[in-house]
T-cell receptor, first 111, second 112 residues
C-alpha cells in the first residue's frame, strides 16, 4: 500500500506562477523528503524536513510539515519552464533504510 | 562530483531469460537501495544493503536476488523474466539511513 498520497496528480501553470503540491502519509515518520524526477531519469533530492521541523526553505522551494495532520506541502515560487518534472514525497516510515515514495505530482510549467 | 553509476542503461530481454543489473554507489556511501518504477508509477522499494549486509526488503519477487560486494558495488539478478518486469530499475546510495538518497539514472529493462 502507498505510504504517501500526493495531490494534485498533475498541475499545469504558467511561468512565474507558484506551484503547490501536497503529500499525505499514514504512519509516524522521522523525516520527509521531496524528490524531483525528469522524464525517464533518476530522482534528485530537493529537501529534507525532520519531524520536529515545521517549515524549511531552499532557494525557491518551501516545504511545510504538519505531523498532526500527517501532511506536507512543497511550494515552488516563481516557477520556470525548467521546473517541469514529476515531484515525489518520500518518508522513512518503511524503516531505517527503506524510503517509501508517494504517487507523485506531474508539474508542467509553460513559457 | 561522483554520482551513482548504473549499467547497463538499457536492456532488452525475452521472457524467461535472466538479467543482471549493476550499481556503483558514491564512494564512502554505506547504504545501497534498489527501486523499481513502472510506467507512470512511483518508485517501489525492492531491497537495501547496509555495509554489504541486506538491511531491508520490500516487494521484491522471489525470482530476484541482490547482493553487495566487498567493493560496495551491488548487483540485482533477475531470473525467469516476465513481461511485467519491464520497468526502470534505480539504484540509490546514501551515507547513512535517514539521509538523502542519491539516485543513478536507472536501467530501463524491456522484456519481450
Amino acid at each position: 500500500s502507498q505510504q504517501g498520497e500526493e495531490d494534485p496528480q498533475a498541475l499545469s501553470i504558467q511561468e512565474g506562477e507558484n506551484a503547490t503540491m501536497n503529500c499525505s502519509y499514514k504512519t509516524s515518520i522521522n523525516n520527509l523528503q521531496w524528490y524531483r524526477q525528469n522524464s525517464g531519469r533518476g530522482l534528485v533530492h530537493l529537501i529534507l524536513i525532520r519531524s520536529n521541523e515545521r517549515e524549511k526553505h531552499s532557494g525557491r522551494l518551501r516545504v511545510t510539515l504538519d505531523t498532526s495532520k500527517k501532511s506536507s506541502s512543497l511550494l515552488i515560487t516563481a516557477s520556470r519552464a525548467a521546473d517541469t518534472a514529476s515531484y515525489f514525497c518520500a518518508t522513512d516510515a518503511g524503516g531505517f533504510q527503506k524510503l517509501v515514495f508517494g504517487t507523485g505530482t506531474r508539474l508542467l510549467v509553460s513559457p | 562530483a561522483a554520482g551513482v553509476i548504473q549499467s547497463p542503461r538499457h536492456l532488452i530481454k525475452e521472457k524467461r531469460e535472466t538479467a543482471t543489473l549493476k550499481c556503483y554507489p558514491i564512494p564512502r556511501h554505506d547504504t545501497v537501495y534498489w527501486y523499481q518504477q513502472g510506467p507512470g508509477q512511483d518508485p517501489q522499494f525492492l531491497i537495501s544493503f547496509y555495509e554489504k549486509m541486506q538491511s531491508d526488503k520490500g516487494s521484491i519477487p522471489d525470482r530476484f536476488s541482490a547482493q553487495q560486494f566487498s567493493d560496495y558495488h551491488s548487483e540485482l539478478n533477475m531470473s525467469s523474466l516476465e513481461l511485467g518486469d519491464s520497468a526502470l530499475y534505480f539504484c540509490a546510495s546514501s551515507q547513512a539511513g535517514n539521509s538523502p538518497l542519491h539516485f543513478g539514472n536507472g536501467t530501463r529493462l524491456t522484456v519481450t
